[in-house]
């Protein structure tokens, strides 16, 4: 996952766009940070870079990793068990920067990409999964 920074926003999938035809996507009032899942033999950087160009159709520039994260969590009902490779970066597409809301569709599901102010997320206005210290990541 990536966490994709440009002027003091960062871009994350809004849950409440969310459309899914599997289950409900719950609960509301929810970010999620960019990216998905590793294909077998990949590295985690290789991952997060395919995800991007797929979910986005852009590359990301200065990539670095921030942590791994174990997250235990109940989604839609269900428990769930991941564990998240965090990265931040920029994309090279400096046209979706100017971009409000960026429509994303996958093989499964939809959603929207939004540009959220880190303070939002610093001050916890916005919820972002997974749930990590995002201010030692975030701060300036």
């Known amino acids: 996952m990536c966490l994709i920074i440009h002027a003091g926003r960062v871009l994350v999938a809004d849950g409440d766009s969310m459309k899914s035809g599997v289950r409900p996507i719950v609960p509301s009032n929810f970010y999620r940070v960019l ?3 590793l294909n077998f033999d990949e590295s985690a950087e290789e991952g ?3 995800e991007i160009r797929e979910e986005l159709n852009s590359e990301i520039e200065n990539l670095e990793k921030l942590d791994v994260i174990e997250n235990r969590f109940i989604y ?3 428990r769930g068990h991941e ?3 965090l990265f931040k970066g920029t994309l090279s597409r400096n046209e979706l920067d100017k971009q409000d809301i960026v429509h994303i569709v996958e093989d499964t599901y939809e ?3 939004v540009w959220v102010p880190i303070e939002k997320i610093l001050n916890k206005e916005a919820t972002l999964y997974p749930e ?5 990541f975030l701060k300036n």
């Open 35 to 37: 990216g998905g899942s």
């Open 48 to 50: 997060v870079r395919r």
């Open 76 to 78: 839609a009902g269900e």
């Open 83 to 85: 564990i998240v490779f």
């Open 111 to 113: 959603f929207d990409a």
């Open 132 to 136: 990590a210290d995002y201010a030692k």
